[in-house]
C-alpha cells in the first residue's frame, strides 16, 4: 500500500490531487481541529488550519480529530488526514508551547513520529495533505514562526518516513520520493 504526504500552498486545490491517489467509497477524511489553539494567536494560523476539503467525495466519511493515531487505527481502510496544519496546532496548544519554539519543536517531533510509524505499517493507503513552507507567507509574529517551525518538522519526518512524498506546484505534482531525505 501507499502512503503520500502531500505538500503544498495554502490556495492551492490540493483536495482534487488527493481524491486521485485514494479510490473507492469508505475513504476516511480525518479533519484535526485547530479549535483549541486560540484563533486570535494569528492571522496566519487561522488561514492554514483551514480545511483543504470543502467537500468530500459521495461515500466517503468525514470525522473530526486531534487523535490521528486512534481515528485512523479504527479506520480499517483508505485514509485521508486533511490538514497535517491544524494537527500541529493542536500539539503545540496541547503542549503549552506557542510561546517555547524548542518545547513545541519537541512536542511535534515525538508526535509526528508516532503517527510516521503507524502510517508507514498500514495495509491500505493513506494520504496526508499539508502545507509547504516554502510557498507561505514568511512568519510576521513569533507564534507564527513557531507553527511554520513545527510543521516543517512534521513534514520533514512523514517525508522521510513515508513512501512517497509530493509537491504541488505550477499545475504539476512533482514527485520528491527520489530525492535525498533531509535529516530532522
Known sequence: MTTTLVLAGVHTP???YAESLLTGDGTRVLR???????????DTISTVTEPA????PEGWVTEE???????????????????????????????NAWDAPEKANAAV???????????????????VISRELGL?????APVDRTLQDALGLANTV???????????????????????????
Open 53 to 56: 476539503f470543502a467537500s468530500p
Open 32 to 42: 484535526p481541529l485547530a479549535d483549541e489553539a486560540d484563533p486570535a494567536l494569528s
Open 136 to 140: 507561505m507567507v514568511a512568519a510576521g
Open 158 to 184: 512523514l517525508s522521510n518516513h513515508l513512501s512517497r512524498a509530493v509537491l504541488l506546484m505550477g499545475g504539476r505534482a512533482v514527485d520528491l520520493s527520489a530525492f535525498p531525505a533531509l535529516p530532522y
Open 65 to 95: 480529530s486531534n487523535d490521528l493515531v486512534r481515528s485512523i487505527l479504527y479506520a480499517r481502510g483508505a485514509v485521508l488526514v486533511d490538514n497535517l496544519a491544524a494537527w500541529v496546532a493542536g500539539k503545540i496548544t496541547a503542549a
Open 14 to 16: 490540493v483536495s482534487r
Open 109 to 127: 517531533t515525538d508526535a509526528t513520529l508516532e503517527l510516521a510509524a503507524l502510517l508507514s505499517a498500514l495495509p491500505y493507503d493513506a494520504v
